[in-house]
């Protein structure tokens, strides 16, 4: 039976961590993951890509004041029950009538019911 060289076990490992540090690095950066125009015209031939950058932009500008309403969890893009992009307001429990708005900028808003985060 052949012994393999230690060498051969250090390249390995390096290898390795080198894979791993690069996951963490992409995974974890700071900026912005708001898809590019390109990503977006991929997501679904369905999606008017436009109305759905334009979507993205506007959650962007009022997240911050989104966020702030007591029990919002998170903020984010996603569609409306006929396929149009909508923002969409996470919340611990169900928010009371006009406790949000029910447009932004024009921008449907829909709140998403998901419990309070362990985070």
């Known amino acids: 039976?052949?012994?393999?060289?230690?060498?051969?076990?250090?390249?390995?490992?390096?290898?390795?961590?080198?894979?791993?540090?690069?996951?963490?690095?992409?995974?974890?950066?700071k900026k912005p993951t708001a898809p590019s125009s390109s990503e977006i015209s991929g997501i679904s031939h369905g999606v008017d890509a436009a109305a759905l950058k334009s979507t993205i932009a506007v959650?962007?500008?009022?997240?911050?004041?989104?966020?702030?309403?007591?029990?919002v969890v998170a903020v984010g893009t996603g569609?409306?029950?006929r396929g149009k992009p909508a923002i969409?307001?996470?919340t611990e429990?169900?928010?009371?009538?006009?406790?949000?708005?029910?447009?932004?900028?024009?921008v449907r808003v829909i709140e998403k019911v998901r419990g309070r985060s362990t985070r």
């Open 59 to 71: 959650q962007d500008r009022h997240t911050r004041d989104l966020m702030s309403v007591q029990g």
């Open 88 to 90: 969409h307001v996470y």
């Open 79 to 81: 569609l409306d029950d």
């Open 93 to 106: 429990s169900k928010m009371a009538p006009g406790k949000l708005p029910e447009f932004v900028e024009g």
């Open 1 to 29: 039976m052949k012994e393999r060289a230690p060498r051969s076990w250090s390249l390995g490992f390096l290898l390795l961590a080198a894979i791993a540090f690069g996951i963490v690095a992409v995974g974890c950066s």
